[in-house]
């Protein structure tokens, strides 16, 4: 579990980090969130879905995070090998900021620069090859201004996605998504993650007009029909269970996987936004 600190002058003056060379700390994420501007990149290879995001006394949904699945069984992420290597092309926003973000402070609830102190490549004393948090000066190094502009970008396009998704709920086309999914490896059903919920094509198509102008405007609609379209990625999942059984009893060391039916190669810029 990450352990998320406030960057501040006092503590990190001489800290540096070095940029991410595998997703190990991402092994057990069975979902990311994302926003509206990613799901371009990720439909042609990933399902998406959304998950309750926050709960009535009854326990019932009343509002959902947009995420992207990356298995239906909790602690396992399929687009990651074992020794932390990303297996696809378009990496989530959500990890390329990493072992950086944005979270709003507890009091005054404004948006604040946070760094997972736990990081394995968070050093307290700048190493060879590592980038500055912070100039001799005091201020930030001018990767991480670039950094922190991408991270208030991003920041701003989750806030605009959630007010689209919250829209979608309001307008009840969200439902569970009742999922069977055969693990074709063991040949018996999968049991999905209970949480996740989808799109009800036909309550979408019965909205009356201005409820649909209202979401389209919005861009909610976008995110209707492609999460419903992305549903026929599962297949997808399937091929990269078997996948993950191979790395992980063994009988695939140094993979040289072809995935191009399931992943398209991606800029690989970490402020591709």
């Not at 490549?121 to 060879?128: A, L, R």
């Not at 919005?218 to 297949?235: C, D, K, N, P, V």
Request: with cysteine; proline share 7%.
């Amino acid at each position: 579990m990450a352990n998320w600190v406030p960057v501040i002058r006092e503590t990190h003056q001489e800290a540096g980090w070095k940029r991410l060379s595998h997703y190990g700390f991402a092994l057990q994420d069975a979902f990311i969130p994302i926003v509206r501007a990613e799901m371009a990149h990720l439909v042609p290879t990933t399902p998406l879905a959304f998950i309750p995001r926050i709960v009535d006394e009854q326990g019932q949904p009343q509002d959902f995070q947009l995420v992207a699945l990356h298995s239906i069984s909790e602690g396992v992420n399929l687009f990651i090998h074992p020794d932390g290597r990303w297996l696809g092309g378009y990496i989530p926003i959500a990890y390329r900021g990493y072992p950086f973000c944005l979270m709003p402070e507890p009091e005054s609830q404004q948006q604040r620069l946070y760094i997972d102190q736990d990081c394995e490549n968070v050093h307290p004393v700048c190493q060879s090859g590592d980038e500055n948090i912070f100039t001799i000066n005091g201020d930030f190094s001018p990767f991480m201004m670039r950094l922190m502009d991408f991270l208030q970008r991003y920041e701003r396009a989750r806030s605009l996605t959630d007010q689209a998704v919250y829209q979608l709920a309001q307008a009840g086309v969200i439902v569970p998504w009742q999922m069977p999914l055969r693990n074709s490896i063991s040949g018996h059903q999968t049991q999905p993650l209970p949480q996740l919920h989808t799109v009800d094509l036909k309550a979408l198509n019965q909205l009356d007009a201005d409820t649909c102008a209202t979401l389209t405007h919005s861009g909610a609609m976008e995110i209707a029909f492609t999460q419903h379209q992305s549903r026929y990625r599962l297949t997808a999942l399937k091929h990269l269970y078997t996948l993950h059984h191979k790395f992980t009893s063994g009988r695939i060391r140094a993979p040289e996987i072809d995935l191009d039916a399931l992943l398209v190669d991606e800029d690989d810029d970490l402020f591709v936004f």
